[in-house]
């Protein structure tokens, strides 16, 4: 490559002179006020989620249904409700419960009003008990798989984790056709 050595002339050397200048401006010396970012701007302040998650995993599956569990905390002053929860196994959810039916067999239904978190009390997500139900897998779920999962907070916010997922009998839950059907055949596992 060649490169020749002439002097600059004529709107290339009007360019050149400008950003020069304006480099050198940038460099160093007293910003003005109204070149400095707020401190506002330049580091949004970041509240602490209002809901965190420990110990999150789910239940294997090779199609169908399975459900995503896990430990719910929160450290504000006030309760925290999950309204809802997305994943990144298929685009239907729902917040679930188990209950014992007029029966007195064990029940899942759709838990309408959420999870409500109280500060101090974590609330846990388990075969057998609360969960999140995860219908119509869009591919299987094996070891070691991790789901990511969103959940809608009361509050307007939303907090993420990943779930492990898992093999597990606990609970003995045989999900049927997604439509919420479930049988247990056993007490509450892990």
């Known amino acids: 490559m060649l490169v020749s050595a002439r002097p600059l002339r004529g709107p290339l050397l009007v360019i050149t002179t400008a950003c020069v200048i304006g480099i050198a401006g940038c460099a160093g010396g007293d910003p003005s006020p109204a070149a400095a970012p707020s401190a506002s701007a330049a580091s949004p302040a970041v509240s602490a989620p209002a ?9 294997t599956a090779e199609s169908g249904t399975t459900a995503a ?63 999140i139900m995860i219908m119509d897998l869009a591919s299987p779920i094996r070891p070691g798989d991790q789901i990511d999962v969103t959940l809608s907070l009361s509050d307007g916010s939303t907090t993420r984790f990943s779930a492990l997922a898992k093999e597990t009998s606990g609970g003995e839950e045989n999900y049927d056709d997604g439509a919420g059907s479930m049988h247990m055949s056993g007490g509450q596992g892990g």
């Open 51 to 59: 809901v965190t998650v420990a110990d999150p995993w789910v239940k």
């Open 69 to 131: 569990f896990g430990t719910f905390s929160t450290t504000g002053s006030t309760p925290v409700t999950v309204l809802s929860a997305q994943t990144s196994a298929s685009s239907r959810t729902e917040l679930h419960e188990v209950v014992v039916g007029a029966d007195g067999a064990m029940t899942m239904r759709p838990k309408g009003d959420g999870f409500v978190i109280e500060p101090g009390t974590p609330h846990v997500l388990a075969p057998g008990g609360d969960h």
